[in-house]
């Protein structure tokens, strides 16, 4: 891939897609706004997210991601009371929400992506949104899903009706995300722990939406948190413990960078946000503080030679 060596502004305002919506390089995540079993275990207060809400809505970050079924609806439902509390939501903030399927049986029709929108706005207090996304549609089958009366008729019908102003498509496997794009009918696609400094998985997929006018928001980029500092706190990468070849990779990376002053969270960051077929980055933005520490890490002067350097130590490792 052709990037920039030039550190990327995080508050650069990029279009979305075809759509004449303008986001922020930078996109807050805020699953981490919600608890989660055995992965987030303790939620922030609501003072915190607050705080966290007040270093958004008056920072150069314009743009921030939830979904349906974060945390069982919460982070969606602190989303609304911040709204709710600052009388709006800025003209040029733009919040993306996920249509899910039905967490307890699974289902994933028509019916089920209308009450998941329907969920949304009450939680969120809107009548309309700027953009849905199909969230995780490897959990149903595609003819399950582009059926009449199936999701994707659904979410044409939303369009149609005004009620959201553009439609993505938010998964994992990149074969699957592309023949999404190829429906022609999504402005953007999300792809998660697949572009990153030791995963390069989604180049297929971020030059095949190009190619269709789609943007492409790339969620992860710490893989997790792998990739967030050094020395690594964990070795679980893509939800699931990570190979030793990626392990050592991480490592040396980590060695490598801290040799010449650079926190690996920074050269993890701004390898997303250096791609210049990636729109916008979606980092987790559980707290005030990882919301300052993202705009530091983003604006961290890395050399050319280093990331040279990523690249030998990725493919020393057998990953590119």
């Given at each position: 891939?052709?990037?920039?060596?030039?550190?990327?502004?995080?508050?650069?305002?990029?279009?979305?897609?075809r759509t004449g919506i303008r986001v922020s390089a930078l996109c807050a995540g805020t699953a981490g706004w919600s608890s989660v079993a055995g992965f987030r275990p303790r939620a922030p207060s609501m003072d915190e997210t607050r705080a966290a809400a007040r270093r958004l809505l008056s920072g150069p970050i314009r743009f921030a991601d939830t979904s349906n079924n974060y945390g069982g609806g919460e982070s969606e439902k602190r989303w609304g009371r911040i709204i709710r509390e600052h009388g709006g939501l800025p003209d040029d903030f733009v919040l993306q929400t996920k249509l899910d399927r039905d967490a307890l049986s699974d289902d994933f029709s028509g019916a089920r992506v209308r009450r998941s929108l329907e969920e949304s706005m009450m939680r969120l207090g809107v009548d309309?949104?700027?953009?849905?996304?199909?969230?995780?549609?490897?959990?149903?089958?595609?003819?399950?899903?582009?059926?009449?009366g199936g999701p994707v008729e659904e979410m044409r019908a939303m369009r149609a009706e005004g009620l959201v102003g553009a439609l993505g498509v938010a998964g994992g496997p990149i074969d699957l995300l592309m023949r999404y794009v190829d429906l022609g009918i999504f402005d953007a696609v999300i792809t998660h722990n697949r572009y990153t400094l030791v995963d390069r998985s989604a180049e297929p997929l971020l030059r095949h939406a190009h190619a269709a006018g789609v943007s492409v928001l790339n969620g992860a980029p710490y893989g997790g948190g792998i990739l967030a500092a050094h020395p690594r706190t964990t070795d679980v990468y893509r939800y699931e413990r990570a190979a030793p070849e990626l392990l050592e990779a991480v490592d040396d990376m980590g060695r490598a960078l801290s040799r010449r002053g650079i926190p690996l969270g920074a050269a993890a960051l701004q390898f997303s946000l250096r791609e210049p077929l990636i729109t916008s980055t979606i980092f987790g933005a559980p707290?005030?503080?990882?919301?300052?520490?993202?705009?530091?890490l983003a604006r961290f002067p890395i050399p050319a030679d280093a990331w040279t350097e990523m690249d030998d130590i990725a493919r020393t490792h057998g990953l590119l």
């Open positions: 891939m052709v990037a920039t060596d030039e550190v990327v502004d995080p508050a650069d305002r990029r279009a979305l897609g309309t949104l700027p953009i849905v996304y199909l969230h995780d549609p490897e959990h149903t089958t595609w003819d399950e899903a582009v059926s009449p707290f005030a503080d990882h919301i300052d520490a993202a705009l530091d």
